[in-house]
Nanobody, 116 residues
Framework: QVQLVESGGGLVQAGGSLRLSCAFSGSIRSINSMGWYRQAPGKQRELVARIARGDTSNYADSVKGRFTISRDNAKNTVYLQMDSLKPEDTAVYYC??????????WGQGTQVTVSS
């Protein structure tokens, strides 16, 4: 089992920045990759960014060049640095972990609201 706890959401004006954090614990050696997803009202949950072993990462086209995913293994934490935020980035952001058995784990979510 893997436990995930997000923090760092909030209200920010368009053009501003936020950094989300996801602290993970439990069977962390089984984790193959970690990611951030988001879900806006009335929309499906979508992948924002993912980072795998070896720190290879990929991003949704909508956030490329604005968001950066990173990991601090010493702190068992994954970050999502969000810059140049837009109102369309408003959503609940979820941390995700995928283990070697292809099981998904989710955090409770953190609200990000970008005002225009």
């Amino acid at each position: 089992q893997v436990q995930l706890v997000e923090s760092g959401g909030g209200l920010v004006q368009a053009g501003g920045s936020l950094r989300l954090s996801c602290a993970f614990s439990g069977s962390i050696r089984s984790i193959n990759s970690m990611g951030w997803y988001r879900q806006a009202p009335g929309k499906q949950r979508e992948l924002v960014a993912r980072i795998a072993r070896g720190d290879t990462s990929n991003y949704a086209d909508s956030v490329k060049g604005r968001f950066t995913i990173s990991r601090d293994n010493a702190k068992n934490t994954v970050y999502l640095q969000m810059d140049s935020l837009k109102p369309e980035d408003t959503a609940v952001y979820y941390c995700n972990a995928l283990d070697a058995f292809l099981r998904n784990y989710w955090g409770q979510g953190t609200q990000v609201t970008v005002s225009s």
